[in-house]
């Protein structure tokens, strides 16, 4: 079973640039998460979709920030314009969805540098 | 506000001992927990997880306890092996089990 991929590993652009992150979920994992990782911390949730539907955006700076799965499987995570603090990794998950205690399954991640 | 807390940044074991990782937490409703291990470069890989109707949760090497009195969980491993060097993160959920709250990890190195 092929895992979450991501795409690109790194990205290095100057700040004010916009920037876009890709993910593919594994097969047939209805929830998809884009998660914030910044040096020395724990994943922070950014937005958590239940197919299409982004049930979850609560932590997405919406003022730069934008998100889309459109057909409910894969996802685009958009910076517009990026600032030096969006340097981080950027880390996909996905997960079988339901009511409960689904294991969440990560991607590699996109590091983000902001120069 | 920080949720899901791990106090040590950092330890060092020998192999052939044990290796405990602690995890505090603060939610109340907090009732199912995860351990994830992450390696440089890649994304977090599910460990072992354990509900709050358990108090203790064993797969091969690894253990994982849970205090819910104290909110306190913690992460065994024995014997640690070098391979077992990594950042292991703690992760804690509601009853919703569709988002979880990390902790900052904690770096393991297993001497050889």
């Known amino acids: 079973e092929a895992g979450v991929v991501q795409s690109p590993r790194y990205k290095i652009i100057e700040k004010k640039q916009p920037v876009a992150f890709w993910c593919n979920p594994i097969s047939g994992h209805n929830t998809l998460y884009w998660y914030l990782q910044n040096l020395g911390q724990g994943p922070e949730l950014l937005i958590r979709?239940?197919?299409?539907?982004?049930?979850?955006d609560s932590q997405l700076p919406k003022d730069r920030f934008s998100a889309e799965r459109l057909k409910g499987v894969d996802s685009t995570l958009k910076i517009q314009p990026a600032e030096l603090g969006d340097s981080a990794v950027y880390l996909c998950?996905?997960?079988?969805?339901?009511?409960?205690?689904?294991?969440?399954?990560f991607g590699p991640g996109t590091r983000l540098t902001v120069l | 506000d920080q949720q899901v807390k791990q106090n040590s940044p950092s330890l060092s074991v020998q192999e052939g001992r044990i290796s405990i990782l602690n995890c505090d937490y603060t939610n109340s409703m907090f009732d199912y927990f995860l351990w994830y291990k992450k390696y440089p470069a890649e994304g977090p890989t599910f460990l072992i997880s354990i509900s709050s109707i358990k108090d203790k949760n064993e797969d091969g090497r690894f253990t994982v306890f849970l205090n819910k009195s104290a909110k306190h969980l913690s992460l065994h491993i024995v014997p640690s092996q070098p391979g077992d060097s990594a950042v292991y993160f703690c992760a804690a959920s509601g009853m919703t089990g569709n988002q979880f709250y990390f902790g900052t990890g904690t770096s393991l190195t297993v001497i050889p």
């Open positions: 979709y239940e197919n299409e539907e982004a049930v979850d």
């Open positions: 998950a996905s997960s079988r969805g339901g009511s409960t205690y689904n294991e969440q399954f």
